[in-house]
Each structure stands twice: as structure tokens, then as C-alpha cells.
């Protein structure tokens, strides 16, 4: 049984920077992201990098704010959210999968609220 931990999320003003972690349990080659959702709204997907980190994408609302990369041991991704707005206020899901497409996720964390205040 795969099982993914979050940690990191908390409440910040517009404009201040968070640092979301997620470390993946077992030893499969994973695509690991992460997405969110809103109070009200669907599931959306953020960000997703490749097993060898090489590869990466984001949805364009985070381009230039948020940073996916993974740690040494591979199985632990970190997100950096720089500038963030009210609207990235959601509970944000790690994920993880074996299909190469980061948008398809076989494994979920708990997620992690993050609340940016205006």
C-alpha cells in the first residue's frame, strides 16, 4: 500500500511564500503533483514533475509563483509557492502515479489546507 504525507500548509498573507512537502512511502518509480480544491469547486491539477525531475508542468494561474522539484531520495517532492493570492487559498492533495502524465494519479495524501488571507 502506497501512502503519500503532506506537510507544510498553513495560513499566510497575499504575497507571503509557502513550502509544501510530500514523501511517497514504497520504492515504485513514481510521477508525483500536486493539486487543489477550492471550498465549492472540483479538484484541479497545480503541478506534476517526472520520477527523474527532468520534466515538468504547471497550470498557467502558478507559473512563475510555484516550483515543483524533488528531494534526493526521489519519493519526496517539494512545492514552493512565492506570491500567493487569495484565490490559491484550497486544500492541496499530493498525488502520485505510474502513467508518465502527472494529470493522472493512481495514490492521494490527505492534502493540506492553505489559506492566504487578503
Known amino acids: 500500500q502506497v501512502q503519500l504525507v503532506e506537510s507544510g500548509g498553513g495560513l499566510v498573507q497575499a504575497g507571503g511564500s509557502l513550502r509544501l512537502s510530500c514523501t511517497a512511502s514504497g520504492r515504485r518509480s513514481f510521477t508525483m503533483g500536486w493539486f487543489r480544491q477550492a471550498p465549492g469547486k472540483e479538484r484541479e491539477f497545480v503541478v506534476g514533475?517526472?520520477?527523474?525531475?527532468?520534466?515538468?508542468s504547471y497550470t498557467d494561474s502558478v507559473k512563475g509563483r510555484f516550483a515543483i522539484s524533488r528531494g534526493n531520495a526521489k519519493n519526496t517532492v517539494y512545492l514552493q509557492m512565492n506570491r500567493l493570492k487569495p484565490e490559491d487559498t484550497a486544500v492541496y492533495f499530493c498525488?502520485?502515479?505510474?502513467?508518465?502524465?502527472?494529470?493522472?494519479?493512481?495514490?492521494w495524501g490527505k492534502g493540506t489546507l492553505v489559506t492566504v488571507s487578503s
Open positions: 514533475i517526472s520520477w527523474s525531475g527532468g520534466r515538468t
Open positions: 498525488g502520485a502515479g505510474v502513467d508518465s502524465d502527472p494529470s493522472v494519479m493512481d495514490y
